[in-house]
Nanobody, 114 residues
Framework: VQLQASGGGLVQTGGSLRLSCATSGIDFSLRRMGWYRQGPGKQREVVATIDTDGSTYVVDSVKGRFTISRNDAVRTVSLRMVNLQPDDTAVYYC?????????WGQGTLVTVSS
């Protein structure tokens, strides 16, 4: 099983990034998927989830700025982030929802400079 997040980087406040998560070894189309993040000195938190029917949940702090999507044909889940703020600085992970402890990958680092 692999859940490989990519697309992070360094951006200025107000910038945009698109994260992507490539998966293998899971029955992707049957799973609700999620993006999570862990900021410096903070606990990991859910950012957004997307169900098998495409319905989504986005945490209030990023509502209107982050959009989660999925492509079952290529088994990927993406996170489009706009108007990034310094508080968005974190390592971003993808996983199932609810998350499977053994399936946390390396994550991808997003750094937003002020």
């Amino acid at each position: 099983v692999q859940l490989q997040a990519s697309g992070g980087g360094l951006v200025q406040t107000g910038g945009s990034l698109r994260l992507s998560c490539a998966t293998s070894g899971i029955d992707f189309s049957l799973r609700r998927m999620g993006w999570y993040r862990q900021g410096p000195g903070k606990q990991r938190e859910v950012v957004a989830t997307i169900d098998t029917d495409g319905s989504t949940y986005v945490v209030d702090s990023v509502k209107g700025r982050f959009t989660i999507s999925r492509n079952d044909a290529v088994r990927t889940v993406s996170l489009r982030m706009v108007n990034l703020q310094p508080d968005d600085t974190a390592v971003y992970y993808c996983n199932q929802s609810p998350p499977i402890a053994s399936r946390w990958g390396q994550g991808t680092l997003v750094t937003v400079s002020s």
